[in-house]
C-alpha cells in the first residue's frame, strides 16, 4: 500500500498509523457526544426556564424598573442611550428598545461578554412611556446563564470521558495481542516451542508475531534435529561397540587354533587372518573414536573386486563356522569387479555381523547357504539358515547386531530384507553398484 510506502520513507512505524486511527476515532465520536449533549443541555435548560412561574415574574420587575428609570430621568427617546447607566448595574440583560422600524437602543453583547447563544429564555415584549411618545422594549434575560455554564462543563468532561472509554477500547485490542504474544512467549520458554501466535494486522507487532513463530519452528526444528543426531551418534556407538566383539572374538580363535598348529604353513593363513581382524578392529577403534567427538566423515568409494574381497571374506566365514561345527554352502555369480559406496573395512563388519548371527541362532544340523550375484546395477547377498528350535539362555542378544547391518546398507543406499519361510531364516541385503569395471 502507499501508506506503508509513505511510512518507511519518512522513517514512521506502521503503528503510528494504528494509534493516530484510535485517535481520529476517538475525537470524532467525543465531538458528537459533546454536540448532542450541549444540544440537549440548552434545549432542557431553557424548557424549564421559561415554563418557570417567577420567570414573568422578574421580568414584569425588570419593566417596572426600566420604566422608573425612565420617568425619574424624564428621558426621551432621542436620549434613550442614557439607560446604559442602568443597563451597567443590570448586565445580565439584553434590551432592544425600538419605535416601528426605527431602533433608539441596543446593548452591546461583546461589551458584556455575552453571545446570541447563551440567550435561553423566551424575550418579553413590553410598551414604555418616553417623556416624547411611547416604545416598544424586548428584554432578553441571562440571570441564570451561570447554571447553563456549568452545564456546558460536564458536557466537555463527558465528551473527554467518552473519549478516553473510546480510545482505551480500541487499544485494549492490542493490548491484549501483546499480553497473547507475551503469553505465548513464556509457553515457548517453558519448552512448547509447538505454540503458534496468531498474525492479524499489518504493523510492527504483527510482524514481531510472525517472527517468534518461525524462530520457535526453526528452533524446534533445531532441538528435533540435535535429539535425532544424538540418537543417531548414540546408535552408531553401540553398533561399533558390538561390531568390535566379532573380529576380536575371531582373533582369540585363530590365536588358539595357531598355538595348536604345527604346520608352518597353515600358521602363516590363520596369521594373515588374524591380521587382517586386528585392522579391521583398529578401524573400527578409529570409527568410534570419531563418533565420540563427533566428527563427520563421508565415507571413500571403495573399489571391491570379486575375485579378492569376497572371496576372503566368505573363506573368513566358512573358516569360523567350520570351526564351530557349521556346514556353509557357497554359490558366487559375480563376473566382473565393481565399486561400492563403503568402506573395506564396513563391507567386513557386515559380513561379520551376518557370521555373529548365524553363530548364535543357526542350527547345526542343517547347512547354512549363501549366494552373492550381481544381479543389473545391485550386488545381492543372500543367506539361509535353519533357526534352531530351542535358544540358549546363555545366548546374549539385544538385536545390535541385525541394526548395524541394516544401518551399513542403508547409509549406501542399500536394502535390507529379513525374513523367514516355514522353518528358514532368509537374510536378504541389495548393495548399489556405483561402477562396472
Known sequence: MWINRFLEKVGLPKWSLVITGYVVISLLLSFISYVILEESLYSLTSKVVNQSPSYADEMDRINRDIQAYITNHQLSLENAKQLEEWHRAHDDLLILIYQGDELYYDSSLISYGYQESDIMYIPKTYALQFSDGTAWIDIYPFFNLNFYLWGRVLCVIASMVI????????????????????????????????????????????????????MAKTLEQQIELEKELKQQNIQMIRSLSHDLRTPLTAVISYLDIIKQEKDKGEQTKYLEIVSSKAFQIKYLIDQLFRQCVVEEKKAPVTTLNADEMIEQCLHEVVSSLESEGFEALVEVEIENSFSLQMERHDFYRLIDNICSNLLKYADASHPIKFRICELEDVLVIKVCNKVLLQISDEIESHGVGLQSCRMLIESVGGKLEVYQEADQFIFECELPILQNC
Open 163 to 214: 473519549f478516553m472509554i473510546t480510545f482505551m477500547t480500541l487499544l485494549h485490542r492490542q493490548i491484549t495481542y501483546i499480553l497473547e504474544i507475551s503469553h505465548a512467549v513464556e509457553r515457548m520458554k517453558n519448552g512448547q516451542l509447538s505454540t503458534q501466535i496468531e498474525v492479524r494486522g499489518q504493523h510492527e507487532i504483527s510482524q514481531l508475531a510472525a517472527d517468534i513463530n518461525d
